[in-house]
Structure formats: C-alpha cells, structure tokens
C-alpha cells in the first residue's frame, strides 16, 4: 500500500478555508503534524480556547477531508489546540506560574513508568481513590494519551461536558473523584499515535480548560515511557511530584531509573517509588511467592535515596476490580490490598503537605 505523505495532508487540508479566504495551512493553524503508518494526526491551533466551539465544524470538515481525499489514510484524528500567543510571550519559567488554570489545585502530582504494562494507571486510580478516603479533593487526569485506561477503570464514559459559561470542560465524576481523561475526547477504535507537541496541546487543554474546582490533589497518569514526549509534559506543568511505578524484574527497574533521570532533569522531586505485582498471593490458598524476586525496587530506592512507598502484590483481585470499573480501594475497602494503598495514600499525603502521617483510622464520636 503507498505511504501517505505529509505533503498530501497538508495539499488536501490546504483547501480547508477561513472566512477570510486563507487556508488553515496558509494561517499556519496545522501544528503537531505526524503520518506514520498511513495514520494522520495533527492539531488546529485555535489561538483562543473560547473559539473551540466555532471551531468545532472546522475540526471535522477537516477529518473528513482527509480521510475522503487522501488516498490509503486508515485513520485521522485532528484535535484543536488553543495557545494565545500574548500567552506564550509571557510564559514565566517558574513552574507554578506556567499554568494559571491550575491555580485551585494545590498539588499535582505525576504517576510515571518506565514502561508500559506495569500496573500504573492501575496504581494511580487506587491511590487517587484512596487519597479521598482521608478526606481530600481529589482530581484524576488521564494524560496517558497512548491507551487511556482511567474511563474504563473507573466506569465512566461519554463526551465530557461544555461548562454553563461555554468556556469550559466539566469533568466526569466516578467514585467522587473528578475525571478527565483523553479516552473521553478521542475515538476509541482510532489508533492514536501521539507525539510530543500534540501531547502538550491536549494537556495543557485538560488542564487548563477543564474546571477542575478546588482541589488538594490531582493525580496525573502519565502516558508510559521516558521520551520526548513525557520530558515536555514534566516540563510544562507545574508539578509537585512524581511517583514512579515499578515491577521486581530487573529489566523494569532499569526502566524505571531513566523515568528517575528523566524528573530530576526537570527537577520534579521524585516523591517515592512503588513496586508493583511485587509478589504473587494465591487467590485459593492465600500463599505468597516471591515468582519475580523480591525488594529490588526497595533496594534501587534506597541506593537512590529516594523514599519507598510500598508493594503491591500480583492479585486476581487487583486486575478483576480495576479492569471491571471497581477499583478494589472501593470496592473492597476492608481487604489487605486496600489497606495497602491507603498506606501508601497516607505517606503520598505526608510528604507533600508536610503533615505528619496519619497512623490510625479517624474516629468520630457524634
Ligand atoms: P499500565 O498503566 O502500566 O500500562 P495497567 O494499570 O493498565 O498498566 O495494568 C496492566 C494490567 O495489569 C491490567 O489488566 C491491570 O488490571 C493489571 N494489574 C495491574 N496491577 C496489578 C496487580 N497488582 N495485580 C494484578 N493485576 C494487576
């Protein structure tokens, strides 16, 4: 089958007008271009976010284009960005500053992986759940634009919302916690191949365009990996933390240590590690075997220096809840694996307020 090529994306999409005669290509409106594999992507640079619902016709005139025109494209999602360019301009370099739609949220903190697999968007969304049960506001953002997960774990679905002001994206709730996600905003059965810019363009929407209220925490899934496009994302949000997931093998751990690398590059404190499907527990007999080896995870965080923050083991339980849309933190908030992210949670919570932990339940006498 031929390859199609950039230069037929951009003829075909250079018929795409404007009021004003110009063409989308001509008003330099196409950023973030990639064709890979007979596969289109790219973003309509709107320049102005309260434009996104004019723009929205433009959006899939444009799709449509593309996929009618171009001979041999399997599949094309175009997506609108809005960066204005007094915006860009001022762009301080201090880290809090960059995103002033984030300024109710209080603490961001990135969920990473070496690689893809190990149990990180599992991990994030029973440690979101559970940073809610001590009783704070808690946000989950799916950045992890390569196969979001968040939707599916958490049971929730459809396209999010436009705000009552028209400006503004609603979050979904699942489980009272706030969710965005990319799963809500892309075609599921659309391969989505995204590279840095267009990762960057649709973050920075989710977070900047969602109303994500006031919240103590909002948990960032981050797409797997320490590429380019995950060294952007850490550099362009203001972030207070990251947390790294990792699995016993060998092979993870060194993975594991380039997402280090790849925070302290941007100086995002690395807030602990977590080792995952650390040991397996028999569903039937309750026994544990140590089927990948045992405490490297815990050995490469103190050689580090780097705070431990727990192991989690590979359990049936784990995966049925998480992948059924009950995460077990909810759904079993009594077992041994719950208590485990709860732990987890309450030293999460420790380090980033400069509280000290909370060793015990809460009791309430009314
Ligand atoms: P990632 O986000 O790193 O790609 P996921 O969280 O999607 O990984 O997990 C991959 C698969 O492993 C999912 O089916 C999930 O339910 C399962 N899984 C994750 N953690 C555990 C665990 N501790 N025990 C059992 N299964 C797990």
Not at 7 to 12: M, T
Not at 219 to 224: F, Q
Request: net charge negative; aromatic share 4%; hydrophobic share 40%.
């Amino acid at each position: 089958m031929a390859q199609v090529t950039e230069d037929q994306v951009l003829s075909a999409l250079s018929r795409l007008q404007l009021p004003n005669g110009k063409s989308v290509v001509e008003m330099n409106m196409i950023t973030g271009l990639v064709v890979k594999d007979n596969m289109v992507q790219f973003s309509l640079d709107i320049g102005n976010p309260e434009n996104a619902d004019k723009f929205e016709p433009m959006r899939k005139a444009a799709e449509d284009l593309i996929k009618n025109d171009v001979k041999g494209v399997l599949a094309v999602t175009a997506i609108l960005t809005a960066e204005k360019p007094q915006e860009k301009a001022q762009q301080k370099p201090d880290a809090q500053e960059k995103n002033a739609g984030a300024f109710k949220i209080t603490h961001i903190v990135a969920v990473a992986s070496g690689k893809g697999g190990v149990g990180k968007s599992t991990t994030a969304i029973n440690l979101a759940l559970a940073l809610k049960k001590l009783g704070l506001n808690v946000g989950m953002l799916d950045a992890d634009v390569f196969g979001p997960s968040q939707p599916r774990m958490l049971g929730v679905s459809g396209k999010p919302e436009t705000s009552a002001d028209g400006k503004m994206l609603d979050p979904k709730e699942g489980y009272g916690l706030k969710v965005m996600s990319m799963g809500f905003l892309v075609d599921e059965d659309q391969p989505v191949v995204w590279r840095g810019p267009m990762v960057m363009g649709a973050l920075q929407q989710m977070l900047n365009d969602v109303n994500w209220g006031a919240l103590d925490v909002l948990i960032v899934d981050m797409p797997p990996g320490t590429g380019d496009a995950q060294l952007t994302m850490a550099q362009n949000v203001p972030l207070a933390g990251s947390v790294i997931i990792s699995t016993p093998q060998d092979i993870a751990l060194i993975d594991a240590r380039k997402g280090l690398n790849m925070f302290r590059k941007t100086d995002v404190p690395v807030l602990g590690i977590i080792e995952n499907m650390s040991y397996f527990l028999c569903p039937s007999c309750g026994d544990r075997s140590d089927i990948f080896g045992h405490g490297g995870a815990r050995d490469e965080a103190e050689k580090l220096g780097i705070p431990f923050l727990g192991e989690i083991p590979l359990h049936m339980d784990i995966r049925e809840t998480s992948d059924n849309g009950n995460p077990i933190v909810e759904s079993d908030p009594n077992s041994a694996h719950a208590k485990i992210y709860n732990d987890i949670a309450s030293q999460l919570w420790a380090s980033l307020s400069g509280e000290p932990q909370n060793t015990g339940p809460k009791i309430t006498i009314s």
